[in-house]
């Protein structure tokens, strides 16, 4: 029913059967500490089975705990936790999905230390972090490739890096962030540099390996980062060999502005943003952002705004979503709702340092996986 959207596409040699894929969202199923769990397996194999041509799994540290957003960030920082990784690649490839990493450091986000560290000392949520020395710096692009590496011996298919969501990739190219005077400060071009010296080690670690870029386009600031830069950036990033970009807006200092809650109910709302992003480069782009619908989606490819479809909510609201849309049984779709509880259920969940369940889903899953993972 629709061609554009059950079409196949090329990523650097990898063919994926259809342009859908599941974007990254974290839902706190990792264990303790990191490590891959029952639920977090059950859960992979779920998304992987639903019919989309790749999984990226979300948010994975590259350096515990100092770059990790929460205890149940997934690790991907130690060979203590290998094992469990070559598990999730595995039950995702087993499903027919193509396995994606994403590796993170989550810079001033991370919750493990009251001064966390970042480009400069930019106080968020109360929080004061330390500005990076130079030689830590390059710690920690090391660590990017050590952890890039990882995902490559675990046997995952391709690996992304995570530049969005305000984390420390996406906070030194934001000129509200980075007030840095060195070679990593200032212009443009400095702010750029640290990104694309992690592209640059990881490339090199990994050799031919598809390495993907979690792409912030605009922060929702004012005086933060905007398209005019970003398109800028997506070029230097074209140029230095990256594979796709995966395109959002948005950081957990403006999710919640009353206008970004009600653009967020909005569906599509960050195509636009993937749309001016794809007119940049030549790799394949996704989009994500609340596509309900396969003829807003495959439109979406059809009028050449982006490559592919992320989907994340929507797809863990329903994970039938990709073969209900092209058997034609759209009505029979269990919806992600915007306003569940007062605007996220999940979210307070996640909030509280508790995996998210989604109050849409039929009462025997919920009561099934509570039973089982609770």
Request: net charge negative; glycine share 8%.
């Amino acid at each position: 029913m629709y061609h554009n959207l059950f079409s196949e596409i090329t990523i650097k040699d990898l063919t994926l059967k259809n342009r859908l894929t599941m974007a990254p969202l974290y839902l706190g199923y990792a264990g303790e500490g990191g490590t891959v769990s029952d639920m977090l397996l059950e859960h992979y194999r779920l998304m992987a089975g639903s019919g989309v041509a790749m999984v990226v799994v979300e948010n994975a540290t590259v350096d515990h705990p100092v770059g990790s957003g929460s205890n149940r960030t997934l690790r991907a920082d130690t060979d203590d936790n290998l094992v469990g990784l070559k598990q999730l690649a595995a039950t995702i490839k087993q499903e027919g999905a193509l396995a994606c990493l994403q590796i993170n450091h989550a810079g001033r986000f991370a919750h493990a230390t009251q001064n966390p560290l970042a480009p400069s000392a930019v106080k968020t949520f109360g929080r004061m972090p330390r500005a990076l020395e130079n030689e830590e710096i390059d710690r920690i692009i090391d660590k990017y490739a050590n952890a890039a590496a990882r995902a490559k011996t675990a046997g995952f298919d391709m690996m992304e890096l995570h530049g969005g969501t305000g984390y420390l990739l996406a906070q030194f190219l934001s000129p509200r962030t980075n007030q840095r005077t060195d070679e990593y400060g200032g212009i443009l071009a400095n702010r750029q540099r640290f990104a694309l010296e992690v592209l640059m080690r990881v490339k090199e670690v990994v050799d031919t390996f598809p390495v993907g870029y979690r792409f912030l386009a605009d922060e929702w600031l004012p005086d933060g980062l905007q398209l005019e830069e970003s398109r800028q950036f997506a070029g230097s990033l074209n140029q230095a060999g990256i594979d796709y970009i995966s395109v959002m807006g948005g950081t957990y200092e403006s999710f919640s502005l009353p206008e970004i809650v009600e653009k967020s109910r909005q569906e599509g709302y960050m195509l636009n943003l993937a749309a001016e992003i794809r007119a940049e480069v030549d790799v394949p782009v996704i989009a994500a952002g609340r596509f309900a619908t396969g003829a807003f989606a495959d439109r979406a490819i059809s009028d050449g705004k982006t490559d592919l479809i992320g989907l994340a909510r929507v797809l863990w609201a329903d994970p039938q979503w990709p073969k209900r849309v092209h058997d034609g049984r759209e009505a029979d779709i269990i919806h992600c709702n915007p306003d569940c509880v007062d605007g996220g259920a999940c979210m307070q969940m996640l909030m509280k340092g508790r995996p998210a369940f989604c109050v849409e889903w039929p009462a025997e899953k919920m009561t099934e996986w509570k039973a089982k993972f609770v």
